[in-house]
């Protein structure tokens, strides 16, 4: 079933075209990665989706239903979350609290605090830490727990691993393990294609604020995604 | 003992100050709005109860118990209906707003009441003129340690509503970073009307007892807004403690400039708020508004 699907999705900055005429469909427990070089849209992609950027042209529907007009806040208790890019906790506020904000006008599931905890050990004794002294890696993790305390149907998260160590990059993957076993949808955007192809059952490539590639990453050879990355040719399969 | 006596007035006087810059400093802290209409908010509240005084016959604290909601409902409103707007032109277009709003409002009264001066203190009986005395020298006013123990309740109550609740949370979570808080499902636009709301009553509150304790008529609020700017930057920027602390270095800068000399009170109030400003303290305190530092 499809969970989530954009048709014809244009956004701008300013009169900048960053995201042009892009359509494609996430299935329920599909986890999607989402590639490409730096300004290939991604982001806005994902911000559109959200409800955090205007859509110039196109139509999302979510579950069935259109987004047109629905605030980012309430599509969070639709159950679309999103994870941004450099993460953006709050940072006066503890880990707790930062997970509690997230969780308190979120619809009946089985994430709340205890059982975020529960999957994510590591949180557990920085609970009463703020979230600026947090490292990259905790933070990222932190960012991830707070989204699902929102019991989302639905988890974005931009730039998985940049800037963190590897180490830190390891912390978050096993994370990433913890959503795959929930069953939940996920749409990752992440530099590192190694990572990106593994984690993934299916990988979206943009270039230029379009899909250049859009194929299962079973069978995917590392080349195809590769050639699309950087445009040598246009690729698209599906 | 002129000095001692001074100072206990002055650390009264600032509880008032304090009470008069709480609103201020909540909405400058969660929203980044100078609200240039708090003073003239303020009298607009100390008229309210006025008339609802005079024609009820209430005693002014009792009037509160009608006023408070009906100035909570009319900061909601007045966020719903022009600040949200205002917010979304960018950080001269709040500035500008507030200021038409504090013309508009002193118009209105001006309209609404005549430009005579009035005082609730007859109205509120002997709690206006009562005081303890301590020594020949030194008394301390009923009016005046009620109006400092509310400042610190309400001052108090506020911060514990930051730390301690749900809604609390919220507000500072949107304070740090509104874009963000509304990615997490809360309503950012929600969370502003209610800490106008919150400020707006708290303003009535300090309209009312400065009302008792003196007179006002429809021009007293810049006169107030400036001392409430005033305490808010002593204090630290959106710093609610803080925020008593300000109100009460600035009382007593008054107090003992009056014991100087009576045309000094003002004036050494406004020459510690520039000090400070000048200041080490007052330079960090800026640099933390930019880095986007809050409560």
């Not at chain 1, 300013?14 to 299935?27: K, Q």
């Not at chain 1, 978050?172 to 984690?199: F, I, K, N």
């Not at chain 2, 950080?91 to 609730?120: E, K, M």
């Amino acid at each position: 079933m499809t969970l989530l699907r954009a048709e014809n999705v244009e956004a701008r900055h300013g009169l900048l075209p960053a995201v042009r005429g892009i359509s494609f469909g996430i299935a329920e427990g599909e986890v999607l990665a989402l590639i490409g070089a730096n300004g290939a849209g991604k982001t806005t992609l994902l911000r559109t989706l959200a409800g955090a950027h205007p859509l110039t042209n196109g139509q999302i529907t979510y579950d069935g239903s259109d987004l047109a007009g629905i605030p980012a806040h309430q599509r969070v208790r639709r159950g679309i979350a999103y994870v941004p890019e450099g993460r953006r906790l709050f940072p006066e506020l503890t880990v707790e609290e930062n997970l509690l904000v997230a969780g308190r006008r979120a619809q009946p599931g089985p994430w709340h605090l205890e059982s975020v905890l529960a999957a994510f050990p590591a949180l557990g004794p920085l609970r009463d830490r703020p979230a600026a002294k947090l490292s990259g890696g905790q933070q990222q993790a932190t960012a991830i727990a707070r989204a699902l305390m929102t019991n989302p149907r639905l988890l974005m998260i931009d730039e998985v691993s940049l800037g963190l160590s590897p180490k830190a990059v390891e912390e978050v993957y096993a994370c990433m393990t913890v959503l795959r076993d929930s069953g939940a949808t996920v749409v990752l955007v992440e530099q590192d294609l190694g990572r990106a192809l593994s984690t993934s059952d299916r990988v979206v490539c943009l270039l230029e604020g379009r899909i250049v590639l859009d194929a299962d990453t079973e069978g995917l050879s590392r080349e195809e995604v590769v050639t699309a990355y950087f445009g040598f040719h246009q690729a698209r399969r599906s | 003992m002129n000095w001692v006596n001074a100072i206990v007035q002055g650390i009264l006087l600032g509880g008032l100050y304090a009470l008069f810059a709480c609103g201020l400093s909540l909405m400058f802290g969660v929203m980044r709005i100078i609200n240039l209409a708090h003073g003239d908010i303020a009298v607009l509240g100390a008229f309210l109860v006025w008339s609802l005084t005079t024609r009820f016959g209430m005693n002014p604290f009792w009037a509160l118990v009608p006023a408070l909601p009906v100035m909570l409902i009319l900061g909601y409103v007045l966020h719903r209906t022009v600040l949200a707007r205002s917010l979304r032109g960018g950080p001269l277009t709040p500035l500008l707003t507030t200021f038409g709003l504090a013309i508009v409002i002193q118009n209105a009264l001006l309209q609404a009441y005549n430009p005579d001066v009035r005082s609730l203190g007859g109205a509120a009986g002997g709690i206006a003129t009562g005081s303890w005395r301590i020594t020949d020298q030194l008394s301390l006013s009923y009016l005046g340690a009620l109006i400092l123990a509310t400042a610190v309740l309400v001052l108090g109550g506020l911060q514990l509503m930051l730390r301690r609740t749900a809604f609390g949370r919220e507000m500072r979570a949107t304070a740090q970073d509104a874009d963000t808080a509304t990615l997490v499902g809360v309503p950012a636009s929600s969370v502003y009307a209610r800490a106008t709301a919150i400020a707006v009553a708290t303003a009535t509150l300090a309209g009312v007892f400065l009302a008792v304790r003196s007179i006002f008529d429809a021009s007293s609020g810049p006169t107030q807004l400036i001392f409430a700017f005033e305490a808010v930057v002593i204090g630290g920027l959106g710093s609610l403690w803080g925020t008593l602390w300000g109100g009460m270095v600035l009382g007593v800068a008054q107090t003992i400039g009056a014991t100087i000399d009576p045309q000094y009170s003002i004036l050494a109030g406004h020459l510690v708020f520039l000090i400070v400003l000048a200041s080490p303290h007052g330079r960090s305190l800026l640099a933390l508004r930019r880095e986007g530092r809050t409560t």
